[in-house]
Nanobody
Framework: QVQLVESGGGLVQAGGSLRLSCAAS????????MGWFRQAPGKEREFVAG????????VYADSLKGRFSISRDNAKNTVFLQMNSLKPEDTAVYYC????????????????WGQGTQVTVSS
């Protein structure tokens, strides 16, 4: 059984930063990628960034590249999402999920999901 637990969300002012964590446990993640997605009220879940466990290959949503950075600590089975220069439109619930290699931008390709962590950016 795979378990993914996100943490690090909260309320931050526009221009601020947050670092989200996703602690993974259960079956091996070798041969998989991990992705971050977000979903704002009334909107579809959208891809934010992804990284492969073994080689650390990263993929970003074009609109977020440069502000967000994904990384992983294999020894701790944890994936991070560093978010800088946050904007009110970044407000959403952020989810991590396990998916295939190469990194996919499609939520339907991911099989295990965390419960999400709320990020709220005030103007």
């Amino acid at each position: 059984q795979v378990q993914l637990v996100e943490s690090g969300g909260g309320l931050v002012q526009a221009g601020g930063s947050l670092r989200l964590s996703c602690a993974a446990s259960g079956r091996t993640f070798t041969g998989y990628a991990m992705g971050w997605f977000r979903q704002a009220p009334g909107k579809e879940r959208e891809f934010v960034a992804g990284i492969t466990w073994n080689r650390g290959v990263t993929v970003y949503a074009d609109s977020l590249k440069g502000r967000f950075s994904i990384s992983r600590d294999n020894a701790k089975n944890t994936v991070f999402l560093q978010m800088n220069s946050l904007k009110p439109e970044d407000t959403a619930v952020y989810y991590c999920a396990r998916g295939p290699i190469p990194v996919s931008r499609l939520a339907g390709r991911y099989d295990y999901w965390g419960q999400g962590t709320q990020v709220t950016v005030s103007s």
